[in-house]
Every structure is written in structure tokens, then in C-alpha cells.
């Protein structure tokens, strides 16, 4: 999960002919990761391309050519993202986020605003993170049941990444970042269809 800083993407969106503006999730070893907006201004032959890096991302590092911990794996990519229509480039709020979220090559571009929690709120929700690994997903018996809990995970980590907590201490942090990052790694191993792709 990728976050972006709002103050780049918001000047981006109000400059922008959002009907003209394109967006593709750039994988390259030699330059790291990031956005890259192309955007066809009226007169222009060729588009204008804006890069926008990540402001962070959980278990990783922003610093060219370290992706494994990314688990984008190695090697050049490009990934158009689907941001469902132009009105996605309406102006930027202080209180949304930009991310990218997904698995393997299935990447989106989402926004959304921001859902503070209090440090109970929060802590219930590391609790959900948790459960949803070590009691939902033991329990499922057959590829059918792995791929409805597929989805309702890939769903929690979705929402997770809209959470924040104001009040939070760094320990209680830490545990919701600690279980999100667990839950993502166990997705990470089986296909939509529920079969896995590498010993658990």
C-alpha cells in the first residue's frame, strides 16, 4: 500500500484538464516507484508526464531498486490504474488519501476520506486485522471458502488503509500496522479463486 503526499496531488488536480489525464503505477529499479500522470493539453502534440513518489509505504523502502519488501518484485513494469472516471481529479481535501492498493499485478488508485478513530476504535480494529488471519482464514475447509475469505480480507485491508488515530501511541501503532502488514503477506499467497500459491 502506497500513500501520496496531498499537497503535490492536490496542485496536480487543480492545474489539470481532468478529462485528458491518465494514470500508471511505474515499477522500475533503477527509479523506485511512483505515479506517473499523463496529461494531453489542448494545442500540445505530445503529453505532458508528471511523477509523483510515494510519501511512504508500509514495509518498504522509498530508496530506488528496493522492492522486494514490496513484494512488487524485481524488473520494470507499468500498471495503468482504473480510478473509475475524471471526477476522481476533482479537488484534493486535507482530510482524504490517495493509495494504491492491491496484489500482484492487480493494482487501483484509490481515494477516499480519512476515518479518525479513537485509541479503542483503533485497537478494536488491529483486533479484526488479527482475527481475520489466525480465526477466519484456519477455518476455511476448501478453495471455495479461501476465496470468499479472499475477498472479505482484500475488503478490511481496503478500509484499514483509510483508518488513523490522532491520539494513538506509537505501540499501538505499530500493532495495527503489524497486523495489516500479516494480513496483507497472507492474501498475498493464494489466487482470487482460493487456491494457494505458496506454503502458509
Known amino acids: ?18 478529462q485528458a489525464m491518465s494514470v500508471t503505477l511505474i515499477i522500475c529499479p533503477q527509479e523506485g516507484v511512483y505515479l506517473e500522470f499523463r496529461r494531453l493539453d489542448l494545442g500540445r502534440l505530445f503529453p505532458r508526464l508528471t511523477r509523483i513518489y510515494p510519501a511512504g509505504f508500509r514495509g518498504g523502502s522509498t530508496d530506488p531498486g528496493v522492492l522486494a519488501e514490496m513484494h512488487f518484485g524485481d524488473g520494470y513494469s507499468a500498471h495503468a490504474l482504473d480510478m473509475g472516471g475524471a471526477e476522481f481529479f476533482s479537488e484534493l481535501g486535507s482530510e482524504e488519501r490517495v493509495v494504491v492498493s492491491g496484489t500482484r499485478e492487480a493494482f487501483r488508485l484509490l481515494r477516499g476520506p480519512v476515518h479518525w478513530l479513537s485509541v479503542a476504535k483503533l485497537r478494536q480494529f488491529t483486533g479484526r486485522l488479527d482475527r481475520m488471519r489466525v480465526v477466519h482464514f484456519p477455518a476455511c475447509y476448501d478453495n471455495g471458502e479461501r476465496a470468499r475469505w479472499y475477498v472479505s480480507a482484500s475488503n478490511l485491508i481496503e478500509e484499514a488503509a483509510f483508518i488513523g488515530c490522532k491520539r494513538a501511541r506509537y505501540s499501538d501503532e505499530l500493532d495495527f500496522s503489524h497486523a495489516r502488514n500479516a494480513l496483507e503477506k497472507l492474501v498475498k499467497t493464494l489466487k482470487t479463486d482460493g487456491s494457494v500459491l505458496t506454503v502458509v
Open 1 to 18: 500500500m502506497l500513500n501520496f503526499d496531498n499537497t503535490q496531488l492536490a496542485q496536480l488536480f487543480r492545474e489539470t484538464d481532468h
